[in-house]
């Protein structure tokens, strides 16, 4: 059984920075590629950013320069470092991590809660 929890999101004023985390259980973390979705009010869900097993990373071009994705295998945790929040950036924040090692990511796969991000201007 895979468990994420993702912990981090709160209210920020515009320009100020989270980061989010997500702890992992089970033995996939070591291997599996895994990522960030989010979904703001009346949208889908979209990617953010995405991690390989062996660090590549992928952006979203509305977050590139912005946000950082990494990933802490000893401890089994991935996180989103987010700088120069914006209001678009309000949204639920998900944690995900593929069954294998898909790339792109294609939302097949575990996912966590959610934490709330809620950016003001």
């Known amino acids: 059984q895979v468990q994420l929890v993702e912990s981090g999101g709160g209210l920020v004023q515009a320009g100020g920075s989270l980061r989010l985390s997500c702890a992992a259980s089970?033995?996939?973390?070591?291997?599996?590629?895994m990522g960030w979705y989010r979904q703001g009010p009346g949208k889908e869900r979209e990617l953010v950013a995405a991690?390989?097993?062996?660090?590549?990373?992928n952006y979203a071009d509305s977050v590139k320069g912005r946000f950082t994705v990494s990933r802490d295998n000893a401890k089994n945790t991935m996180y989103l470092q987010m700088n120069s929040l914006k209001p678009e950036d309000t949204a639920v924040y998900y944690c995900?991590?593929?069954?294998?090692?898909?790339?792109?990511?294609?939302?097949?796969?575990?996912w966590g809660q959610g934490t709330q991000v809620t950016v003001s201007s």
């Open positions: 995900h991590v593929d069954f294998g090692r898909r790339w792109p990511l294609q939302a097949l796969g575990y």
């Open positions: 089970g033995n996939i973390f070591k291997t599996n590629n």
């Open positions: 991690i390989t097993s062996g660090g590549i990373t």
